[in-house]
């Protein structure tokens, strides 16, 4: 078994053909494990552009390194998300997934980006881990639902100036739940009996209901 798969390996038509190319052999491999560089060899740029969401399966780890990852203009769909999306939360859970950035990650949104998904779009987990990314020139930054067990942390929406709303949304059947250090953007959430708050400069433990603990959100 090797220790991961390198998506410059498994060159397809675009670079969301590509990287799901390397998910799939790192799940024939059993490694579950896949590393994005910094350098496309497709494109032979720094840059690697997402037509359509990478979808990941459950137990697996997608390691960005020092990486751009970018949506073209006039695309829609979310850069990354999670195979069960889309599935009856009664009937299926992916989990234990981990999104972890090295160096400067970011994750770009493209121009005429209203109507456009969030850049990271996760539902019916149980097991979440994402760190250390930039999320710029996006509306929709972070969307969670029906996510158990996550741990979000050092993601900062400071490319994000002309569209302040941008940042992380915790909407209903999401608990046991911890978000710290996030920089230029708002946590909403809507587990709140009361609606949806937006926190912004909490320096402290925020506790909301379904324990989820949210600190150090700073504009």
């Given at each position: 078994?090797?220790?991961?798969?390198?998506?410059?390996?498994?060159?397809?038509?675009?670079?969301?053909?590509?990287?799901?190319?390397?998910?799939?052999?790192?799940?024939?491999?059993?490694?579950?494990?896949?590393?994005?560089?910094?350098?496309?060899?497709?494109?032979?740029?720094?840059?690697?552009?997402?037509?359509?969401?990478?979808?990941?399966?459950?137990?697996?780890?997608?390691?960005?390194?020092?990486?751009?990852?970018?949506?073209?203009?006039?695309?829609?769909?979310?850069?990354?998300?999670n195979e069960?999306?889309?599935?009856?939360?009664?009937?299926?859970?992916?989990?234990d997934?981990?999104?972890?950035?090295?160096?400067?990650?970011?994750?770009?949104?493209?121009?005429?980006?209203?109507?456009?998904?969030?850049?990271?779009?996760f539902?019916?987990?149980?097991?979440?881990?994402?760190?250390?990314?930039?999320?710029?020139?996006?509306?929709?930054?972070?969307?969670?639902?029906?996510?158990?067990?996550?741990?979000?942390?050092?993601?900062?929406?400071?490319?994000?100036?002309?569209?302040?709303?941008a940042?992380?949304?915790?909407?209903?059947?999401?608990?046991?739940?911890?978000?710290?250090?996030?920089?230029?953007?708002?946590?909403?959430?809507?587990?709140?009996?009361?609606?949806?708050?937006?926190?912004?400069?909490?320096?402290?433990?925020?506790?909301?209901?379904?324990?989820?603990?949210?600190?150090?959100?700073?504009?």
């Open positions: 078994m090797r220790e991961y798969i390198n998506a410059n390996e498994t060159l397809r038509e675009n670079d969301s053909e590509t990287i799901q190319h390397a998910i799939r052999l790192a799940l024939e491999d059993g490694c579950r494990k896949v590393i994005i560089p910094r350098y496309s060899v497709r494109t032979k740029s720094m840059k690697w552009t997402l037509p359509k969401a990478v979808a990941l399966p459950e137990r697996f780890t997608l390691v960005l390194d020092n990486c751009v990852l970018e949506r073209p203009a006039g695309a829609k769909d979310s850069l990354l998300t069960a999306s889309n599935a009856d939360p009664a009937m299926q859970s992916a989990g997934l981990v999104i972890y950035g090295e160096g400067n990650v970011s994750l770009c949104g493209g121009e005429n980006d209203a109507e456009a998904a969030p850049l990271l779009f539902q019916n987990v149980s097991g979440l881990r994402i760190e250390n990314l930039f999320l710029e020139r996006c509306r929709q930054g972070m969307t969670l639902s029906d996510v158990q067990n996550a741990f979000i942390r050092n993601i900062d929406f400071c490319g994000n100036l002309e569209t302040p709303e940042g992380i949304d915790v909407r209903p059947g999401c608990g046991s739940m911890l978000i710290e250090n996030v920089t230029g953007g708002a946590v909403r959430t809507e587990t709140d009996p009361e609606g949806m708050q937006a926190l912004r400069n909490a320096d402290g433990w925020v506790t909301l209901p379904n324990d989820v603990r949210i600190r150090n959100i700073l504009n």
